[in-house]
C-alpha cells in the first residue's frame, strides 16, 4: 500500500508516555546536578575566604 502526501500528513503516532524509568532518571539527574552545584559553590567559598576543613 502506497500512501500519498495527505494522507501521510493525516497520520497520528503513538503518544509520549512517562515511565517510572524515565521518572527515575530524571530525578537522579536533578540531584546529581544539585549535589554538583553544592560542590561547586563550597569550593568557590572555601577559595575566596581561604579556609578549609580540618581533618
Same mark, same amino acid.
Not at 5 to 28: D, F, P, W, Y
Given at each position: 500500500?502506497?500512501?500519498?502526501?495527505?494522507?501521510? $500528513?493525516?497520520?497520528? &503516532?503513538? !503518544? #509520549?508516555?512517562?515511565?517510572?524509568?524515565?521518572?527515575?532518571?530524571?530525578?537522579?539527574?536533578?540531584?546529581? $546536578?544539585?549535589?554538583l &552545584?553544592? !560542590? #561547586?559553590?563550597?569550593?568557590?567559598?572555601?577559595?575566596?575566604?581561604?579556609?578549609?576543613?580540618?581533618?
Amino acid at each position: 500500500m502506497i500512501l500519498n502526501k495527505s494522507e501521510l $500528513l493525516q497520520i497520528q &503516532g503513538g !503518544a #509520549v508516555t512517562v515511565t517510572a524509568t524515565l521518572i527515575n532518571a530524571l530525578a537522579r539527574g536533578i540531584s546529581v $546536578l544539585f549535589e554538583l &552545584g553544592k !560542590a #561547586v559553590g563550597s569550593s568557590i567559598r572555601r577559595a575566596i575566604t581561604k579556609t578549609t576543613c580540618s581533618l
